[in-house]
């Protein structure tokens, strides 16, 4: 295993107080619980977002903590939960007021913590909602999710909602606008290779040299089947067409187009892959007026790449254009 | 060799296509010859700035041209210089009146190239200037360049450079101060593995599961030596010493901290390698004022990071905070 570490059991701890040290002017980070702010702590009358789930994912989802996106992100130990214990401090510490939208991702073990820091938190007086992310075609059920993981689209949520709780939106509105993201975005990945959670020590799977797994989870879960590697492509087509397909689009629809990065994979080659998934997009009519590309939504040193396709109406894109000033996140 | 591309003799021209695509609010992607351009062209009555070089390090250069950085890239093959053809039309495309500087990594066949170039441009009537960026203390001469070598520095020379010119300084004062960041810029990176140029279809070097390069050049080249593993601390140290030695940094001194990914590495990781570059930095006395983390000058899939410190004045922290509107650098 060769990472740039010194112990696997500080890596989470470290990489947060880098992460702190660095960016001190957008975030504060909290230890013991661990759980990151935004610089000044919460906003007085504004809904408050949080999110958080497994570390291993960055910049996800402490990159995104900051003006126009989330109030606080709580990581867990690498693709683990984080506690009840992390999620209501942090939970009490984005209340404004307003009451706290929850952003999870669905996989068993963050949703039920983060239902219990909710009930917890509930019962000292914050008016919690959750809104629950499950933008992945790939799987029905996962080796850790009944029902469709969380995956890539899970930014969109969080950026969209956090443009609107920045307006002045009430809790039920931004939770709605939440979930109304959730329902308009799909996504699918594929790996090339694994990765190595640091206290494992070797890769989370076996995966041939010669082959590839598409329909891949953002922890090596298994996907749908796996190929010979193929051309990037034929590859693109098989991420897009489910995600397409399973959105609905049609001819005169508009939509975001998120081509992320796995985490060791050069940007040059998550362009190619954004050239292709535009082009057929296009075929299909659908016209692409928002795009990112990047390492968004990663896990660890994976390569490989996602889609995600956001459908737009004119609201979603004038909060997914509306200023945000997070560390990872910046317009 | 397991990447997301079609065709290793189309990856750049493809990698270009979905790039433009991607962000034709920021920038405009010219081909035959390949180069790319801000969005609308040259600005009238303001210096010009070309940087450009071998591809493989992505978002150097193209993800620097925008408001407040460069005005124009030129991306050669992947590892191999632009020729003085596209090097030309991209000074031309940059030439708002006032002159052109062309920044330029110290590597024989960008250096031979751009200086061919800056001839024809002045053949035409442009006035042209270059800063050659040499701020790898790694080795004195290296593989493909006589004296040291130009690597993540050029950002910062790039950044500061472009804010010069974008507040109205001349070409004179432009120039200077692109040298006077190379001046106060050392940098120095590690390699965990190697990388695969696709052309080529194996990796560039060998590197044994156990060792590492320390004072690896971006294609790859021979650095300090190979040592075994070791911990982040131990690493980080062996590169932010010589960094710090060779800049002569004294108690007091103000810099900005730049740690960089190879395009491989998490940026958990990354954090992890901030911390104790910073922790050491403090030990000398020196406060670090301003930060950047994250991947700019990368090496294809390679695992590693450099770390460069800029010696920091209040003009050079000024120019540094002036807005950049690029697409890999935003504020």
């Known amino acids: 295993m060769k990472k740039l570490i010194n112990d696997p059991r500080s890596v989470v701890a470290e990489t947060l107080e880098g992460f702190g040290a660095a960016h ?17 702590g919460a906003v007085q009358g504004k809904v408050g977002l949080v999110s958080g789930g497994g570390s291993g994912h ?9 003006v126009g996106m989330l109030d606080a992100a709580v990581p867990g130990p690498v693709f683990t939960s984080p506690t009840p214990d992390q999620v209501l401090p942090a939970i009490q510490a984005a209340d404004g007021g307003k009451g706290v939208l929850l952003i999870v991702k669905n996989y068993t073990g963050d949703v039920l913590n983060f239902e219990t820091a909710a009930e917890l938190a509930d019962a000292e007086g914050v008016d919690v909602r959750t809104v629950v992310t499950n933008d992945d075609v790939a799987v029905q059920d996962s080796l850790y999710t009944a029902g469709r993981r969380g995956v890539a ?44 959670v640091p206290h ?44 397409a397909d399973d959105l609905g689009l049609a001819q005169g629809d508009r939509v975001l187009l998120f081509v992320n990065g796995m985490g060791g994979t050069p940007s040059s080659e998550l362009y190619v892959v954004y050239r292709r998934a535009r082009a057929l997009l296009e075929e299909r009519g659908v016209e692409v007026t928002r795009s990112l590309v990047g390492n968004y939504v990663t896990s660890l040193e994976m390569q490989g790449a996602s889609v995600s ?13 509306a200023p945000v000033h997070t560390t990872a996140l910046r317009w």
């Open 58 to 66: 960055e910049p996800l989802h402490a990159g995104f903590v900051g």
């Open 153 to 196: 689209g899970t930014v969109c949520v969080e950026k969209i909602a956090g443009a609107a709780a920045e307006r002045g939106d009430d809790l039920d509105s931004v939770a709605a606008v939440a979930q109304r993201v959730n329902d308009n975005v799909r996504s699918m990945g594929v790996a090339l290779t694994a990765c190595t």
């Open 24 to 40: 001190a002017d957008v975030v504060e980070v909290h230890s013991e619980p661990d759980f990151v702010t935004r610089a000044g």
């Open 200 to 243: 494992a020590g070797k890769p989370s799977f076996d995966l041939p040299e010669d082959e590839i797994e598409i329909g891949i989870g953002i922890h090596g879960e298994p996907g749908r089947r796996r190929i010979p590697l193929a051309s990037a492509d034929e590859i693109t087509e098989m991420l897009v067409t489910p995600v």
């Open 309 to 321: 396709v956001l459908r737009l109406d004119d609201e979603l894109t004038e909060l997914w254009d």
